[in-house]
């Protein structure tokens, strides 16, 4: 069974900062994982999508990587600002029974201080 | 092009009520996904539709919850009677193919409040 861990569950940092948020799975054979941000009492918004193929992806100020081998995903920020205050979930995508099973770390709840 | 559509975006309902909610999925996305999800918590799934079909629904607790997806579309999901362990949020969610390389997109939630 796919286990999905997100560390650090809570991160806290001054604005202007580089910060690398961690995924790390147990079961590499997975069709893709998916980054999201949650803002408190919202849904959940897409930000980067990596195919089992890619090793990167980036948008923006955003750059996630994927590393099948290791079972890790990393999203870095660059430069932190006070909007990217939210919690941030990785959802790995792998094949069960034919379709697909999604499996979602816990998320990391990253606070940008001005 | 719309997103995911969810409603109501907030419920509150006394225990024993019955409550719907309803989701219709980007146009041409085959799968869709009902989530719950608690305060601090990952979504945890409900149910998967492929089209009109529950392909999974081994977590949807039967005795309580129902859900539906006519003609492979709008999909609505029900509890009744609601207890208040219900209270959560409940997330819609569809992707484009059978969900092997398709991105996957939400909805804002409905919030269920039990009293």
């Known amino acids: 069974k796919q286990e999905v861990t997100q560390i650090p569950a809570a991160l806290s940092v001054p604005e202007g900062e580089n910060l690398v948020l961690n995924c790390s799975f147990t079961?590499?054979?997975?069709?893709?994982l998916q980054w999201f941000r949650q803002d408190p009492g919202k849904g959940l918004t897409s930000l980067l999508l990596?195919?089992?193929?890619?090793r990167e992806q980036t948008s923006g100020r955003l750059n996630a990587s994927l590393d099948k081998s290791s079972g890790r995903s990393t999203l870095y920020i660059a430069a932190s600002q006070p909007g990217d205050s939210a919690t941030y979930l990785c959802?790995?995508?792998?094949?069960?029974?034919?379709?697909?099973?999604?499996?979602f770390g816990k998320g990391t709840m990253l606070l940008v201080s001005p | 092009e719309a997103g995911v559509v969810q409603s109501p975006r907030y419920k509150i309902i006394e225990k024993k009520q019955p409550v719907a909610f309803w989701c219709n999925p980007i146009?041409?996305?085959?799968?869709l996904y009902w989530y719950l999800q608690n305060l601090g918590q990952g979504p945890e799934l409900l149910i998967r539709?492929?089209?009109?079909?529950?392909?999974?629904d081994s977590q949807l607790p039967k005795d309580r919850f129902s859900a539906e997806r006519l003609k492979g579309v709008d999909s609505t999901l029900k509890i009744q009677p609601a207890e208040l362990g219900d209270s959560a949020v409940y997330l819609c969610?569809?992707?484009?193919?059978?969900?092997?390389?398709?991105?996957?997109?939400f909805g804002e939630g409905s919030r269920l409040t039990v009293l």
């Open positions: 969610a569809s992707s484009p193919s059978g969900g092997a390389t398709g991105e996957l997109f």
């Open positions: 079961d590499s054979a997975i069709y893709n």
């Open positions: 990596i195919q089992s193929s890619q």
């Open positions: 959802v790995l995508n792998m094949e069960d029974s034919g379709y697909s099973t999604l499996t």
């Open positions: 146009s041409g996305h085959n799968t």
């Open positions: 539709y492929e089209n009109e079909e529950a392909v999974d």
